[in-house]
């Protein structure tokens, strides 16, 4: 009998160790995956920045695109109105989220959207019907400069829908979805432009 109540104590030391050990580890595997995700945001909302960037020069440049433009299309109102409004919009939508991750929701993407092809609809216009601002240096400069900054734009989101993907996958999948439901995490859109055309960025050059 006396065997028998060691070896009882003996299998629950190993049942109570066992249970133990599964804990240790379940709180180590918590720990750790926590810890993945608040990299993943920190990644996510580090790279949406570093595109907000570039978006807030293409807001600082509109405004003189806009005035030189004026100087040789003055009854182009409703051209100049739209980009104007089309700015507007996406500094507000950038203002409403603020310079974060959390910015880029439907409304700041669909802000950008209209913003770039109400730009695209400028440059375009323009290099029809007058000819005459390829002349201008002021124009040819900031072109030059909306070009540029467009490629940065395109680069940057790229970055930041690599960055996007990584950190759906692991909120979404099992057990990490697990943690991330704790820790209220919700997938993200991809900043994508839906229009095929509006993939490439706004042509300048008068070549």
């Not at 770039?116 to 601002?133: D, K």
């Not at 940057?156 to 829908?161: A, I, L, Q, T």
């Not at 909120?171 to 704790?182: L, R, T, W």
């Amino acid at each position: 009998m006396q065997f028998l109540s060691l070896s009882g104590a003996m299998i629950g030391g190993i049942v109570g160790g066992a249970i133990g050990l599964i804990l240790v580890i379940g709180i180590i595997w918590y720990i750790s995956t926590h810890n993945s995700l608040i990299r993943l945001k920190n990644d996510v909302e580090e790279s949406f920045s570093a595109m907000d960037v570039h978006m807030k020069k293409r807001y600082d440049l509109i405004p003189n695109l806009v005035e030189t433009c004026k100087g040789y299309a003055k009854h182009e109102s409703e051209t100049f109105t739209r980009v104007t409004e089309a700015r507007n919009a996406a500094m507000a939508a950038r203002s409403g989220g603020g310079s974060s991750a959390a910015a880029s929701g439907v409304d700041r993407i669909s802000a950008e959207r209209e913003l770039t092809s109400s730009l695209r609809t400028l440059l375009n216009f323009v290099q029809e019907q007058y000819p005459q601002l390829k002349a201008d240096s002021q124009f040819n400069n900031l072109s030059r400069q909306l070009e540029q900054i467009e490629e940065e734009i395109a680069r940057s989101r790229k970055y930041y829908n690599a960055k996007i993907k990584i950190f759906n996958n692991k909120i979404e999948q099992f057990p990490s979805s697990i943690v991330a439901n704790k820790m209220k995490l919700e997938r993200r859109p991809f900043f994508e432009i839906e229009d095929e055309a509006e993939r490439v960025a706004p042509k300048v050059s008068f070549n």
